[in-house]
């Protein structure tokens, strides 16, 4: 339910975060803790949390969406 916005489509930034991981053979489990998980890289909010406090703005969006690429280019296949 996290990646769902109240509408019930997905949050705008959530797709391209898990697209980035599963090109990377990231487990949906994984994938769950990162989009949950508090970080800095978020001001200490996490990846989804950061895309709320944001309203999934183009620059919220953006950032949670390099940091994805980032993250998971260093995870191992």
Sequence with gaps: ???FGRNGAVR????DAVGAFR???VDGWS?????TT???VFDG????DYLVVHRSSP???????S?????ASQWAV
């Design 1 to 3: 339910s996290l990646q």
């Design 31 to 35: 994938i769950g803790a990162w989009l």
């Design 38 to 40: 508090p970080s800095e």
């Design 67 to 71: 940091a994805a690429v980032a993250d």
């Design 12 to 15: 705008p930034g959530v797709q």
């Design 23 to 25: 090109r990377r053979g």
């Design 45 to 48: 909010h996490s990846a989804v």
């Design 59 to 65: 620059t919220a969006v953006s950032r949670v969406a």
